[in-house]
Nanobody, 129 residues
C-alpha cells in the first residue's frame, strides 16, 4: 500500500521560512515526477510546484516563484518544499503528490491534479502578519 506522509507545517510569521517534507512508502517514485499542491479554505486545490523524475526540471505557480524551492532525494524516496519569505496568502493545507502511470521524460513537470495518482493527507501551513 502506498503512503505519502507530509511533515514540517506550522504557524509562522510573515517573512519566516518553513521546509515541508514528504516521505513515500510502498512504491519507489524515482522514475516519476512529484509535486506539491495547496488548498485554502473555500478555494480549489491549486498547483504549487513540481519536479521531474531526475530532479533536473522544476515548475512553480507564479505566486511562489523565487520564494519556494522543490527538491527530491530519489535514494530516500522523498520530496521537499523549501518555503521562504512566507506571506499570509500562502496559508493553506499543503499536499504532496506523486505520479505513477505513463512514461515521463526528464523535462516533464505535471501541473494538473488529475496527472497525479497518489496524495498525502496534507499538512497545515498558517502564516500570520
Amino acid at each position: 500500500q502506498v503512503h505519502l506522509v507530509e511533515s514540517g507545517g506550522g504557524l509562522v510569521q510573515a517573512g519566516d521560512s518553513l521546509r515541508l517534507s514528504c516521505a513515500a512508502s510502498g512504491r519507489t517514485f524515482s522514475s516519476y515526477p512529484m509535486g506539491w499542491f495547496r488548498q485554502a479554505p473555500g478555494k480549489e486545490r491549486e498547483f504549487v510546484a513540481a519536479v521531474s523524475w531526475n530532479g533536473g526540471n522544476t515548475d512553480y505557480v507564479g505566486s511562489v516563484k523565487g520564494r519556494f524551492t522543490i527538491s527530491r532525494d530519489n535514494a530516500k524516496n522523498t520530496v521537499s518544499l523549501q518555503m521562504n519569505s512566507l506571506k499570509p496568502e500562502d496559508t493553506a493545507v499543503y499536499y504532496c503528490a506523486a505520479t505513477w502511470r505513463g512514461r515521463w521524460s526528464a523535462q516533464d513537470v505535471p501541473v494538473k491534479t488529475y496527472e497525479y495518482a497518489y496524495w498525502g493527507q496534507g499538512t497545515q501551513v498558517t502564516v500570520f502578519s
